[in-house]
């Protein structure tokens, strides 16, 4: 065997061990295998994302905490800046109902096709994606309040449930 051979065997059964694990992911918030995670399903598994997101590990998310681990997730390069497509594929996830309306444009305040963390701040000032979160505006969001948003976000299609493709769609965005 030759060392190309090696390596596209090695390749494909990363390939085949990570879809594995990643399946795994949402068969163990389905929990009553019916091929759907419902709102108590979801709660009961989701505090693991809810402590990636706290990170003073005090028990709740402020915005500065909530808009730091969002800028990482929307960093899909890792390079410190969001570009447009890095923009375009996160809100293609169930978190670009968070955006509404918000152009690329109006958070890259400098037009160089580059967010940094000042630009991202600013706008997520003027973005209501926190407050959603915080529903009992104590300016602080509690994992009860984190799964109910989370959830919401995560069934994109509003019925009530997290099908294999949202849930997919949006832990990706959530594991960054």
């Known amino acids: 065997m030759n060392m190309k051979t090696i390596k596209g065997i090695f390749l494909a059964m990363c390939t085949i061990f990570a879809t594995a694990v990643y399946a795994q992911d949402f068969s163990s918030f389905d929990a009553d295998h019916d091929g759907r995670i419902n709102q108590t399903e979801f709660t009961e598994r989701n505090s693991d994302t809810y402590i990636d997101w706290d990170a003073n590990m005090d028990g709740s998310i402020d915005d500065t905490e909530f808009s730091e681990r969002a800028y990482q997730s929307f960093d899909l ?53 926190f407050e959603n979160y915080d529903t009992n505006k104590d300016e602080l969001i ?17 019925d009530g449930f997290v099908d294999e493709t949202e849930f997919n769609d949006y832990d990706a965005f959530n594991r960054r």
């Open 77 to 129: 390069n890792s390079d410190d800046f969001i570009d447009e497509n890095e923009w375009n594929k996160n809100l293609s996830t169930g978190i670009g109902a968070s955006f509404g309306e918000d152009d690329y444009e109006i958070f890259d305040k400098n037009r160089d096709g580059m967010l940094d963390t000042d630009e991202w701040d600013e706008g997520m000032n003027n973005n209501t994606w």
């Open 142 to 158: 509690d994992n009860d309040e984190w799964n109910i948003s989370s959830f919401d976000d995560w069934d994109v299609n509003d």
